[in-house]
C-alpha cells in the first residue's frame, strides 16, 4: 500500500451559484436523481453545508456523517462529498 503523503490528488476549482430551489430540509436534499445529477446542483448544494460548518465551528474539523437509503446515487454521492470534505480540509 502506498504512503497516504505520497498520494497526491488534483484540486479542480469550479465557480458556482446558488440554485433557487435549494432548500435544505430534515431529510437532506429531496429532488429527482435527474435533478440533482445536473449542473453541479448537488455538489453545490453539499458546498453550502461545507462553507456552514467552515463558519459555524470556527476552524474545528467535525465528524462527517453520511448516509442514504440505498436507492439512488448513494455510492456515487458518498464519493463525492468525501472528495468534497478532503478538499474543504
Avoid: C, W
Amino acid at each position: 500500500m502506498s504512503n497516504p503523503e505520497q498520494i497526491k490528488h488534483a484540486i479542480e476549482i469550479r465557480s458556482t451559484k446558488p440554485f433557487a430551489d435549494q432548500k435544505p430540509g430534515t431529510s437532506g436534499l429531496r429532488k429527482l436523481t435527474k435533478t440533482f445529477k445536473a449542473n453541479q446542483y448537488f455538489e453545490n448544494f453539499i458546498q453550502a453545508y461545507f462553507d456552514d460548518l467552515a463558519e459555524t465551528m470556527n476552524g474545528k474539523l467535525p465528524t462527517l456523517v453520511v448516509g442514504g437509503d440505498g436507492r439512488h446515487f448513494v455510492r456515487e454521492g458518498t464519493r463525492i462529498i468525501i472528495q468534497m470534505a478532503a478538499a474543504n480540509n
